[in-house]
C-alpha cells in the first residue's frame, strides 16, 4: 500500500524506480537504510565525472591520506601521522597499519604512489589535476615510497594549502584506490576503495546500492568531519533518487525512506513537532551576500560601498531568509572554521544614519544601481528583495533585476554587474574563500578585490603554515574586508537534514554531504 500511495505522488517516472528498488518499509532489510538522491550520480569514479551529489555516495566508499574535521582542519585519516620537513617542501605520511580495500588486500605505500600516479595522468581527466601539476597552487615534483608504510610527496616550492587541496571533497579526498579498480585494458571498473561501505549495484536512474565492509578499519572515537570514527552499522544503503522534494518528504512520512539529507529551510518549522520524524540543522561552509563592482563609475567609491553596508540590517537579512535558523557572519572566514574569532565577529554595524552621512560624502545623487538576482537559490533572491527596501529607506536607488542563474553566472564571471545577490560554495580554508573573491580584475573580471597589498597578504596565507601566523593574516584581511566593502558577507549557509525515528546516530555536516557511517536503524 506504502509503494502505490508513492507511486501516485512519484509519477510513472519515479514508480518503477521505486518499486523495482523496494523502496516500502515491507520490502527493507532489517538493517537498510534508504537515502534521497536528487538526481542519479554522474559516475563511481572517484574525482572524476562527479558534482557535489555524486560525492554524497561516492565517499562512503573511499578515503585519502588526509580528511577535513568538523572545525574545517585537515587532519590523519589512512595516514597516522603526517610530518613537514623545515623547509615546507617535504610531507612525509607514515601509514596506519592494518587498513584493508574492499577486496581484502591490506594497503601499503606502494598504492599510495600508483593512485597519484593514475590521478596526475591527463587521461584519467581528475578534477583536480590543476591543483597539482602546477598550474595552481601547488606542485609536486615526486611522490616515493621509501618503505611499504611511508610515502613522500616533494614540492617546489612551500605550500600552506598542500594537505588542504589534498582533503578537498571534490577531490574525492585524493582517494586511495587498489590497482583492481581498473580493468584490464585501463579503464576503470569500479572503487575498489578502503571506505567503511563497498559498491554493491547501480541501477542508473533508479538507484546506487552500497554495503558495509565487514573488514573496514576505523579511528577510534567519534566521527569528526570526515575522519575520526566511521563505523559502518547498517548492513546497506540504498541511494535512492528521487528528485522531487515534496515527493521525498511524504515518503519519508510514510516509511518510505529514512533520510533527506537536505531540505528546505522552510519545511524546517513545519516538520520540527513532528514526532515521526528527527531533524539535523548545522551551518555549513558556504557563503551567501551582496557583491558589488568596484570598477563601476558609481561604485568605485568606498564611501558607497560602506553606506550601503550601513544600510542594511544583516541580522534582519539573515533571520527572514532562513526562517530564522541563520547566523550572521559578515566574514569571508566561516563561522565554523577553527580560524573564526572574535575579530570575525566584528561586522558591519547598521546605522541608517550613518549611512545617509556617507552618502552625502560620496556625492551619491540618486542614481539608479541594479543589483542582479536569480530565482534558482530562493534564499539569495530574497536576501535581494529585503536588501532593496532597506537600501531604498536610506535613499539609494536600488533596482533588482532577476536573471536565469546561466545568465547572473555569465555576467558575474565578465564583471558585467553593479551588485548582485550572490551564493558562493563552501571553501574549508580561509586563504581559498578569499582566494575566490580577490585578484586582479584584468586578468580575471570574476574577481571582486583588486588590491595589491590584499593580494600580498593572501598569497602569504597560502606558504605559512604556522596556524598562529596564518590567523594574523587573515585577521587583517578581515578587517580590511570590513573596511573596503567588496562584497556584503551575509551568512553562510544552512543544512538541514531529516530522519525517520528508526534511525539513529545521523547527523548533518557543514560539507553539505550525507555521512552514513556510524548511523544505526532499528526494525
Excluded at 587521461?123 to 597539482?132: A, D, G, I, P, V
Excluded at 563552501?426 to 585578484?439: H, I, N, Q
Aim: proline fraction near 5%.
Amino acid at each position: 500500500m506504502a509503494s502505490r500511495a508513492l507511486a501516485s505522488a512519484a509519477g510513472a517516472g519515479a514508480v518503477a524506480a521505486l518499486l523495482l528498488a523496494g523502496i516500502g518499509p515491507s520490502l527493507a532489510a532489517p538493517t537498510s537504510i534508504r537515502v534521497q538522491l536528487r538526481a542519479d550520480i554522474r559516475s563511481i569514479n572517484p574525482g572524476v565525472n562527479r558534482d557535489h551529489n555524486t560525492d554524497g555516495v561516492v565517499l562512503n566508499m573511499v578515503e585519502g591520506l588526509v580528511a577535513y574535521g568538523e572545525d574545517a582542519l585537515v587532519k590523519p585519516l589512512l595516514a597516522e601521522k603526517v610530518e613537514a620537513s623545515a623547509d615546507g617542501k617535504t610531507y612525509t605520511f607514515t601509514l596506519r597499519k592494518g587498513v584493508k580495500f574492499h577486496n581484502g588486500a591490506e594497503l601499503s605505500s606502494a598504492d599510495v604512489v600508483w593512485s597519484w600516479n593514475r590521478y596526475m595522468d591527463p587521461k584519467t581527466e581528475w578534477r583536480c589535476l590543476s591543483e597539482f601539476d602546477g598550474r595552481g597552487q601547488v606542485k609536486v615534483e615526486k611522490v616515493e615510497a621509501p618503505d611499504a608504510s611511508t610515502v613522500t610527496f616533494t614540492l617546489d616550492n612551500p605550500s600552506a594549502l598542500f594537505l588542504a587541496s589534498l582533503a578537498r571533497t571534490d577531490c574525492a579526498m585524493t582517494a586511495i584506490l587498489h590497482k583492481d579498480s581498473l580493468k584490464a585494458d585501463g579503464s576503470f571498473d569500479k572503487p575498489i576503495g578502503t571506505g567503511p561501505f563497498k559498491l554493491a549495484e547501480w541501477k542508473r536512474n533508479e538507484y546506487v546500492r552500497v554495503e558495509r565492509f565487514a573488514d573496514y578499519a576505523s579511528l577510534p572515537g567519534k566521527s569528526d568531519g570526515l575522519t575520526g570514527g566511521k563505523r559502518p552499522l547498517v548492513d546497506e544503503i540504498r541511494f535512492m533518487v528521487v528528485p522531487d522534494n515534496s515527493t521525498a518528504k511524504a515518503a519519508l512520512l510514510r516509511g518510505d525512506l529514512d533520510i533527506i539529507p537536505d531540505i528546505a529551510n522552510s519545511d524546517v518549522g513545519e516538520l520540527k513537532g513532528n514526532d515521526k520524524v528527527e531533524l539535523s540543522v548545522v551551518s555549513s561552509m558556504g557563503l551567501v551576500g551582496l557583491i558589488l563592482q568596484t570598477r563601476d563609475p558609481l561604485l568605485k567609491n568606498v564611501k558607497l560601498r560602506q553606506a550601503i553596508a550601513a544600510a542594511l540590517d544583516t541580522k534582519e537579512i539573515v533571520d527572514a531568509v532562513t526562517d530564522g535558523l541563520g547566523k550572521v557572519n559578515n566574514s569571508m572566514v566561516p563561522s565554523l572554521s577553527a580560524y573564526h574569532t572574535a575579530v570575525q565577529d566584528q561586522g558591519y554595524t547598521y546605522d541608517p544614519a550613518a549611512a545617509k552621512k556617507l552618502l552625502a560624502e560620496s556625492g551619491y545623487k540618486g542614481e539608479q544601481i541594479v543589483m542582479l538576482a536569480n530565482k534558482r537559490y530562493p534564499q539569495s533572491f530574497d536576501a535581494a528583495v529585503i536588501s532593496q527596501q532597506m537600501l531604498k529607506a536610506a535613499g539609494i536607488n536600488a533596482e533588482i533585476e532577476v536573471l536565469e542563474w546561466a545568465t547572473q553566472l555569465d555576467r558575474y564571471s565578465k564583471g558585467n554587474y553593479q551588485m548582485q545577490a550572490f551564493p558562493y560554495s563552501g571553501r574549508l580554508d580561509p586563504a581559498l574563500s578569499f582566494e575566490s573573491m580577490t585578484g586582479p580584475k584584468d586578468k580575471q573580471p570574476r574577481k571582486l578585490w583588486d588590491d595589491p597589498a590584499v593580494q600580498e597578504l593572501l598569497d602569504r596565507s597560502m606558504v605559512v603554515s604556522d596556524r598562529a601566523e596564518r590567523q594574523k593574516i587573515f585577521d587583517e584581511l578581515h578587517k580590511r574586508f570590513i573596511a573596503d566593502v567588496p562584497m556584503v558577507m551575509l551568512y553562510n549557509g544552512i543544512v538541514a537534514g531529516v530522519t525517520s525515528k528508526r534511525v539513529k546516530g545521523y547527523v548533518s555536516t557543514m560539507m553539505s554531504l550525507p555521512r552514513l557511517w556510524e548511523v544505526s536503524a532499528t526494525d
